[in-house]
């Protein structure tokens, strides 16, 4: 008897988001598979649907709920001053990947958010930003497509260090609790802050006077029992980095010990590439912003003086330890090149991808 294979769960996708049009942004997948050792050049598909929004804030958007993609609405500062202007949002949009375009229109954040960090945890979308943390609970079901999503906004505690930037977060394998750390700048010094989510009237808890070792977020692999991202230090920010996951029972820690990859996995060009670690299921992926000149040399996508044609440099790969207790790829990661729309622009500073 053949079995049919069931429906339950469509296959997860790589989605990139290009600013290629004069009114927002494309959305287009990209394969990625995991059943091809191929390296080489990837053409993104054509784009799976189109939404409107403002190119200079690509990261405003944020990805939730399986398979929805979200814009935040944007403040912008009042020419000239440090104020903000508020943005007015009357709802905000709502696109489905698998459904291949607009689900609805939700209701806008209780706060308008400005530089969010969002943080999806199960069904629910946490965002914090530097004046405000709350949360979007979804509905119940999907309504018809074009109408109202009607999911609910509320107001979290507002962060203990809502005057320090962010300087990476990461969710506990719990999936309930969040880690941020932030730096005072007035001190150059450093904290690492919680907060569970699975509590009613949860609060912001100090977990001590250290800081996780990456730069932005950093992801769970269930494989290593370890937290990854890219590496915060200095003299290892282009590389790598891996460190056992803090214990929620003991009030009690220090810095935290972390691996660093000796493997090079990032462009060996000179400069800075924007850059963007995703997590792919059972591996990783990261994304590079670059220009590749006639002889192949890769340089930073840097305008207004490009030379060369822009791509995304995408590695995957995964990670253990090797018998000497190092971080290691063990020769798993491969190189892949991604075309770029010619029209893309502020999305190449900042590339943004969603695995779902």
Sequence with gaps: ?????????????????????????????????????SEGTVLPSPAIFRMEAEHEFP?????AFGSKIIPMPVRRRILGTASLMPCDAEKITV?????RGLTGYGPPPKVDPVNPICIPIGNRLFVLSSDSFQVLNPPSVDGPEGQCWKGSWRKLPLQPFCDHPITSYAVHPDGRTIFVSAENLATS?????????????????????WKLPFTGRAHFDPNLDAWVGISGDLNSRRNICACDVVSLQSDECSALD???SKDELFSKGPGDFAA?????GNKFCL??????????????????????RPHFRMVTFSLEYDKNGDLTTA???????????????CSMMEPMAFWM
């Design 1 to 37: 008897m053949v079995r049919k294979r069931s429906r339950g769960r469509q296959r997860q996708h790589l989605y990139i988001l290009f600013d290629d049009w004069s009114l927002g942004f494309s959305v287009c997948k990209v394969d990625v598979s995991s059943d091809t050792d």
């Design 59 to 63: 990261h405003y958007f944020a990805a």
């Design 95 to 99: 696109y489905d990947v698998h459904k």
């Design 189 to 209: 010094t450093f904290a690492t802050y919680t907060f569970n989510t699975a509590k009613s009237r949860s609060k912001w808890k100090k977990q001590g006077d």
């Design 258 to 260: 972390c691996k660093i």
């Design 276 to 280: 963007n670690l995703v997590f792919i």
């Design 287 to 308: 994304i590079e912003c670059v220009c590749l000149l006639v002889d192949g040399t890769e340089i930073p996508y840097d305008p207004p003086y490009i030379c060369g």
């Design 331 to 345: 020769n798993s990661h491969r190189v892949r090149y991604c075309k770029v729309p010619k029209a893309a622009g």
